[in-house]
């Protein structure tokens, strides 16, 4: 990830996404977004922003995805959708993760490299494009 912070805009949050917290006591938390969240980025973004982070995809925050199976002796992981039929897989060994949307027709595998998600919240924002459904994310350890 980029040392830069990350600037968050209304139209790239949806509620149930998950994000990091500042807090004084603890430091950064997991935190799900909600309607207040979403009006207080609208009405005051820089305040939002100051103590709002995206959470990195990672081995251990994909880990914390109710859907994904962890694959291979590696840090590669897949999530298949039998409604849909297709597959999001997610590779993070290399240090910067390596996200794809893979559909099999009756004709051919097609693979379409993302590399644009880079963000459990973008990852949550895909499926939910494409199902309708959210990506459960562990808040608790």
């Not at 027709?105 to 963000?119: G, K």
Request: proline share 6%; net charge negative; glycine share 4%.
């Amino acid at each position: 990830m980029t040392n830069t912070p990350h600037i968050f805009k209304p139209s790239e949050l949806r509620i149930g996404n998950v994000l990091e917290f500042k807090t004084l006591e603890e430091g950064w938390l997991p935190t799900v977004i909600d309607w207040q969240d979403l009006k207080w980025l609208t009405e005051n973004p820089e305040d939002f922003n100051a103590i709002h982070r995206p959470i990195g995809i990672t081995k251990d925050s994909v880990l914390r995805i109710d859907s994904f199976e962890h694959r291979h002796l590696f840090a590669f992981f897949e999530l298949h959708n039998f409604n849909f039929d297709f597959d999001l897989h997610v590779c993070v060994e290399k240090g910067k993760p390596e996200v794809d949307f893979s559909i099999d027709t009756e004709y051919e595998y097609n693979t379409v490299p993302l590399p644009h998600i880079t963000y459990i919240h973008q990852l949550q924002n895909l499926f939910h494009s494409l199902t309708g459904e959210e990506l459960q994310y562990k808040i608790e350890p």
